[in-house]
């Protein structure tokens, strides 16, 4: 760089030296930015992987329930209302845990946040695990939903302010495939363990979360928003590499806070102005699609559905469960920049349809005692149509078109009101869905089918396509 500058400067004429030196340099360069490169996506790496283990965790809670229904209930002499509190309260835990996290992450730090979910999680897996009767095993299920509704906030934000831009879109997604993980982990220890041992395998991601917040760096864009200037330069350098340029990065970073804090800060009424409206509408929209299609009725209490359908257990169908979540989740990630959101969207809401149709009809069947030989065949193979084509596109789609249709200094507020809508939906389907199964097993799983035809209407009429478009041609879309 030295040496082509100065020549500028002598306008000399030095082309054989040239041809000499500039393989040379080129090669150097080369050597030292790939060192640097593996440096820093070392850091970024780790960083994630630490950040994920609140993911896990994330999954690890909300897939407790379902194998140990029966273990605790017949334990701890639980009837089916004081099951499915114990089952649905951890959504309320999680609905505090949202409206305050955004709160609780600018005041303590994205680290701070992490730690504090952890240690809520801690306490209530320990709850969990020495209870003699239903109010300490509903505290400790609170508290677990408490920490993971900050997880819920605070991981993807911590991943997005850390990656660079070539990563950011695949690191963000190891949030969902790690939830999806975590809670076929569950699904698949508590076939084998009991469930105060599993309430113990709980606590595995938090220590692990602990100890690796003591090694990775805080968010520089926090430490940026608070003007903790020297450790948002050591923070960024030590992700970026210690021989990186950052000035650019940085200058950018400081100039989108500037832009944040010139702009107005929303109220919850701004929301209802006829430019806001519409993406309101879609962004709720789909949260609401999401919950009433019954994901977690049938997730919650997947072993008891199983049993219900005359299997003699229920833990063939659970693992069967756990083990197709995972690889269709990452067939999804793969086919969300390919086939496009609405596509997406569409089929997986069709077969979450046909699958709890299938199911539907084998209850029915079962009911009038004719095709009895193929009633647990037929709702097992219902459930895991479900679940595979909820993996698909249900699960993540919707949270990534809220992230990506709200203009930015709405996008606080918008974003809390629909978690807090989509967090409200899991709790009223957690907590009736054994309600609704006493009722009719039939009629329940019909009734989600037909949410499902509503979806396919609603993403149909309503949401926009966003792959391959800005984050500005997304919203004039959107209020065309």
């Known amino acids: 760089m030295a040496i082509t500058e100065h020549r500028d400067i002598e306008k000399g004429d030095n082309k054989g030296l040239e041809d000499l030196i500039d393989p040379l340099i080129n090669d150097a360069s080369k050597k030292i930015k790939d060192c640097d490169q593996n440096e820093s996506i070392s850091m970024v790496l780790i960083s994630t992987a630490v950040a994920v283990c609140g993911s896990l965790e994330f999954g690890s809670c909300v897939g407790y329930s379902a194998p140990v229904q029966a273990e605790i209930s017949i334990d701890l002499n639980l009837s089916v209302a004081e099951y499915s509190l114990f089952g649905s309260i951890v959504t309320i835990g999680a609905m505090i845990g949202a409206i305050t996290s955004g709160r609780i992450a600018d005041t303590i730090g994205r680290k701070g946040a992490m730690a504090l979910s952890a240690v809520f999680c801690i306490a209530g897996w320990l709850a969990i695990f020495s209870s003699m009767g239903s109010l300490l095993l509903d505290a400790g299920r609170f508290f677990t939903g408490y920490g993971i509704g900050i997880f819920s906030f605070v991981v993807p934000i911590y991943i997005a302010e850390i990656a660079p831009k070539n990563l950011r879109g695949g690191l963000t997604t190891l949030n969902q495939l790690m939830i999806v ?135 063939a169908g659970t693992v069967a469960y756990a083990l197709i979540q995972i690889p269709v989740t990452m067939l999804g990630v793969v086919l969300m920049d390919k086939s496009g959101r609405r ?72 974003g809390s009101v629909a978690v807090l809508v989509n967090w409200f939906g899991a709790w009223a389907v957690s907590y009736s869905f054994n309600f609704l199964i006493n009722w009719s097993p039939a009629g329940t799983f019909w009734l989600f089918s037909g949410f499902s035809v509503l979806t396919v209407i609603f993403v149909a009429k309503f949401v926009p396509e966003t792959k391959g478009k800005s984050l500005e041609e997304i919203q004039v879309s959107i209020n065309k």
């Open 181 to 315: 993980t975590g809670s076929s982990i569950s699904f698949l220890l508590g076939t084998v363990v009991s469930w105060r041992t599993l309430a113990l395998t709980g606590l595995v991601p938090c220590i692990f979360l602990l100890v690796g917040l003591m090694f990775i760096p805080e968010s520089p864009r926090w430490l940026a928003k608070v003007g903790r200037e020297a450790e948002f330069e050591r923070s960024l350098r030590k992700l970026r590499g210690a021989k990186a340029n950052i000035f650019a990065e940085a200058n950018e970073i400081h100039d989108t806070i500037l832009t944040l804090q010139s702009l107005p800060r929303a109220r919850l009424m701004d929301l209802f102005n006829a430019k806001y409206i519409k993406p309101v509408i879609i962004a709720v929209g789909l949260m609401v699609c999401q919950q009433s299609g019954g994901i977690n009725g049938i997730g919650f209490y997947a072993s008891e559905t199983f049993q219900t359908a005359g299997l003699a257990s229920g833990k």
């Open 343 to 414: 596509v997406l969207l569409m089929v997986s809401s069709s077969g979450t349809f046909l699958g709890c149709f299938l199911t539907g009809a084998s209850f029915f069947f079962k009911s009038q005692a004719i095709f009895l030989d193929w009633v647990p065949l037929l709702a097992v193979s219902g459930v895991l149509v479900f679940i595979a084509s909820f993996s698909i596109g249900m699960g993540a789609v919707p949270w990534l078109i809220m992230s990506e249709i709200f203009p930015l200094h709405i996008k606080g507020a918008a």
